[in-house]
T-cell receptor, first 111, second 113 residues
Framework: GDSVTQMEGPVTLSEEAFLTINCTYT??????LFWYVQYPGEGLQLLLK???ADDKGSNKGFEATYRKETTSFHLEKGSVQVSDSAVYFC??????????WGLGTSLAVNP | SAVISQKPSRDICQRGTSLTIQCQVD?????MFWYRQQPGQSLTLIAT?????????ESGFVIDKFPISRPNLTFSTLTVSNMSPEDSSIYLC??????????FGPGTRLLVL
């Protein structure tokens, strides 16, 4: 069945460092891909998405490109801030619009 | 997008009791889901709440334990029945809006003693 494999955390970075969180997937068909973020004590928020191959999703300085050839959707940000400290989830939407989730990657950014 | 509210936001319950969680959306949506997120873990889909028919449950979840109602296109309830400490979790509802994007409610934090 469909699945999402996400880089294990926790990830600890200094402010202004470059961030990459790896996400790869297996799927039949052509899923849509998502990154969700969960800030401490808060609910899940959609960070960005891509619905077809080579699409780039972007939001709040974060980017991810839908790479069909490598079945990947890695999350990147050029310069992280303390306020980016959160748990990041990669997910894909299957044919039934159900979300298949990665396990989440905890990011801590130190000043 | 969609604005989703959940009630209660949190609760502490005794084992053996039941709690009903409400999910209200500010617009009519076709697809609505209920998830569970146990501490420090990812999300697990409980069921798809179908308007006008019985919910569709995922493997490991049954209607007797998690009855769901969906009386219209803007509202749903999830009941956690005969609770045990293992049911302590965050329960979230989500809706599908445009282009398969799911939006989530703020969650209900449940602690069972």
């Amino acid at each position: 069945g469909d699945s999402v494999t996400q880089m294990e955390g926790p990830v600890t970075l200094s402010e202004e460092a470059f961030l990459t969180i790896n996400c790869t997937y297996t799927a039949t068909g052509y899923p849509s891909l998502f990154w969700y973020v969960q800030y401490p004590g808060e609910g899940l928020q959609l960070l960005l998405k891509a619905t077809k191959a080579d699409d780039k999703g972007s939001n709040k300085g974060f980017e991810a490109t839908y790479r069909k050839e490598t079945t990947s959707f890695h999350l990147e940000k050029g310069s992280v801030q303390v306020s980016d400290s959160a748990v990041y989830f990669c997910a894909l939407s299957d044919n039934n619009r159900k979300l298949i989730w990665g396990l989440g990657t905890s990011l801590a950014v130190n000043p | 997008s969609a604005v989703i509210s959940q009630k209660p936001s949190r609760d502490i319950c005794q084992r053996g009791t039941s709690l009903t969680i409400q999910c209200q959306v500010d617009s009519q949506v076709t697809m609505m889901f209920w998830y569970r997120q146990q501490p420090g873990q990812s999300l697990t889909l409980i069921a798809t709440a179908n308007q006008g028919s019985e919910a569709t449950y995922e493997s490991g979840f049954v209607i007797d334990k998690f009855p769901i109602s969906r009386p219209n296109l803007t509202f749903s309830t999830l009941t956690v029945s005969n609770m045990s400490p293992e049911d302590s979790s965050i329960y979230l509802c989500s809706v599908v809006v445009a282009e398969e994007t799911q939006y989530f409610g703020p969650g209900t934090r449940l602690l069972v003693l």
